[in-house]
Nanobody, 122 residues
Framework: QVQLVESGGGSVQAGASLRLSCATS????????RGWFRQAPGKEREFVAA????????TYSDSVLGRFTISRDNAKNTVYLQMDSLKPEDTGVYYC???????????????WGQGTQVTVSS
């Protein structure tokens, strides 16, 4: 069983930075690919970034490419999302997920955290 707990969300102004963390319990953390998704009010959940089990492959949505960085520390059982140059459209609940492949489709991820709120004001 894998349990995911996000932290690091908050309210910031446009242009600021935040770093989200997702702590994971479970013995097989290092074998899972990891993803970050977000959901804005009234919108569907969307892909943000993903990283392979060994950290060698990363994928980003076009909307965050160049501003966000996903990384992982398997020794600490934690995955991170560094968010720079935040924009109001980045506002939403951010979820981390674990799955077998670092892909865009949320259906590929079998484990999800409860989410952390990120609010960016203009």
């Amino acid at each position: 069983q894998v349990q995911l707990v996000e932290s690091g969300g908050g309210s910031v102004q446009a242009g600021a930075s935040l770093r989200l963390s997702c702590a994971t319990s479970g013995r097989t953390f290092s074998t899972y690919a990891r993803g970050w998704f977000r959901q804005a009010p009234g919108k569907e959940r969307e892909f943000v970034a993903a990283i392979s089990w060994n950290g060698e492959t990363t994928t980003y949505s076009d909307s965050v490419l160049g501003r966000f960085t996903i990384s992982r520390d398997n020794a600490k059982n934690t995955v991170y999302l560094q968010m720079d140059s935040l924009k109001p459209e980045d506002t939403g609940v951010y979820y981390c997920a674990a799955g077998f492949k670092a892909v865009v489709a949320d259906t590929a991820y079998g484990y999800w955290g409860q989410g952390t709120q990120v609010t960016v004001s203009s």
